[in-house]
């Protein structure tokens, strides 16, 4: 039997010695990478774990001492040793196991959200929690990785944390010199000097904290051992929070992911196990592929444009305009509040910023996109990429909250494209504006075909038209293509429909609203919230039209993949044909009772 089989909780875990504890290890990162492989996942955060995770479920007894992992992508083998090993098989898959922490999987999950450098909040709170309510013996960990460490919250933590006292915690600072990519900024260079032996103190223990001597290996499972429990015992004993500086290899033990240099094989999608190369399908042109290459192909045709990533070089697409253009890309880390400010810097100094943001992300520089860019007219391009729903990565990545936010903004114009050519086009008029801020959103995945406009009205491209103009159907962005299927089924039934595609959605165009005014009814179709989305905002200025908004509900959306996260929301051909043509019957019904008054 392999000792991995044995493992069913962390206690199990305490009954190994050191030379079993090397083949459980082994055993964890082969049975990591054929799970992986087959399902798709992170794969490299993961691997360089395992002799840590060990280690932690060794010395804290989880779930009284909680520990909470910044960021979550790197707590499979935390999942694997908490009773679920066997959920593997449907890892990201809709109904199995999320890929990041999950409270409604185990006890030994504190938090769901995925966000990066929220750890050390996290922990603060718990405990202060835990003395307030005289649970003296518990001492919450915070698992923090490098790349975390370069977003702002994690340092308004440790401004906090570090006058703590009667507060033990333990923080485990995860340096393996990258978050997705290389680690950038003052702090990297600070870490390596650590590594380096070169350094002359540590900014952590400026700050207060107990540091532990180190760094330590963090694939040495004894040293590991040693260096947790002392820095529990310190915790425990002096009331304060203690660091441990642990270096790990992302992707150890698996030869594709160390030879990886772009990303350790950071996330991967179904891949073969043997070389960790993506298993032979036709590549199909994505959307962030797209946008990288449209993106590098204005920057050499304008010189005023720039970029900015937050820790996403690559997922993003910038990799190519960073290749050619090496001055005008700025990656400033997990700290995407930054990003947008350091963005209306470079506007007020005469560049066109391009920000490019994972949507979900975009959420937490709202405040700076509002108050730093658009309060003054600033023109900065916002690209939001995974916009809409995101599928397998779950409920914190799900792009569904942008356009109801953003609604907000004064001045700020949004764009929705529905393929590769409007995605170029919009992206070109937007780099073009100087008014002020510009926004474009485009969900993750491939490209759906092009589907091009026969007519346009005002600034409304018409898809179909129709000589009987019952119902205007609105599909926003890539909802288009559903719209134009929902548009031949209602066909069927007899019912008249006109499709459009707003191309940019905020402001709504007056085109629309007069569009609207000549049919009897308008039909919304967007992958963003119903409430505060591109639907409300039509539904302000049609007057007295009647309007369906269709979207995602007001709910935290569970992982799957795109198709079925959507189905879950309603938003396929037929449950959207059948919603509407009992809306389109009961419209008559009005209609005729109000002849009859």
Known sequence: MKFLDLVRCPADLREFGHDQLTVLAEETRRFLVEAVCRSGGHLGPNLGVVELTIALHRVFDSPHDPIVWDTGHQSYVHKLFTGRRDDFGRLRRSDGLSGYPNREESVHDLNENSHATTALSYVDGLAKAFRLRGEHARVPVAVIGDGAMTGGMAWEALNNIGVARDRPMVIVLNDNTRSYAPTVGGFADHLARHRAGTAHASV?????????????????????????????????????????????????????????????????????????????????????????????ALAAERPEVVAITAAMLRPVGLHRFASEFPDRVFDVGM????????????????????????????????????????????????????????????????????LSLLNLVPGLRIAAPRDASTL?????????????????????????????????????????????????????????????????????????VTVVDPCWVKPVDPALVRLAGRHRMVVTVEDNLVAGGVGSAVAQLVGDVPVRNFGVPPAFLRHGSRAEVLAGCGLTAQDLTREIVADFLSLDVIEEVARVR
């Open 204 to 296: 952590f223990e400026e700050m207060g904290l107990v540091v532990r001597p180190g760094p330590v290996d963090g694939h040495d499972l004894t040293a590991l051992e040693e260096a947790l429990r002392d820095a529990r015992e310190v915790a425990l004993r002096q009331r304060r929070p203690v660091l441990v500086h642990c270096v790990t290899v992302k992707g150890r033990g698996y030869p594709p992911a160390e030879a990886d240099d772009a990303d350790c094989l950071h996330a991967v999608g179904v891949v073969d196990p043997s070389t960790g190369k993506p298993v032979s399908i036709a590549a199909k042109p994505t959307w962030t592929g797209t946008f990288g290459d449209e993106i590098a």
């Open 335 to 402: 700290a995407e509040q930054h990003a947008v400010t350091s963005a209306a810097g470079l506007a007020m100094g005469g560049m066109h910023p391009v920000v490019a943001i994972y949507a979900t992300f975009f959420n937490r520089a709202f405040d700076q996109a509002l108050m730093d860019v658009a309060l003054h007219r600033l023109p900065v391009t916002f690209v939001l990429d995974r916009a809409g729903v995101t599928g397998e990565d779950g409920a914190s990545h799900h792009g569904v909250w942008d």
């Open 424 to 496: 170029r086009a919009q992206l070109r008029e937007a780099v073009a504006d100087t008014t002020g801020p510009t926004l474009l959103r485009f969900p993750k995945g491939g490209l759906p075909a092009d589907l091009p406009a026969p007519l346009r009205i005002g600034g409304v491209d018409v898809l179909r038209a129709t000589e009987t103009p019952d119902v205007l159907l609105v599909g926003v962005g890539p909802m288009a293509h559903l719209a134009l299927d929902v548009a031949d089924r209602l066909q069927d039934h007899g019912v008249g």
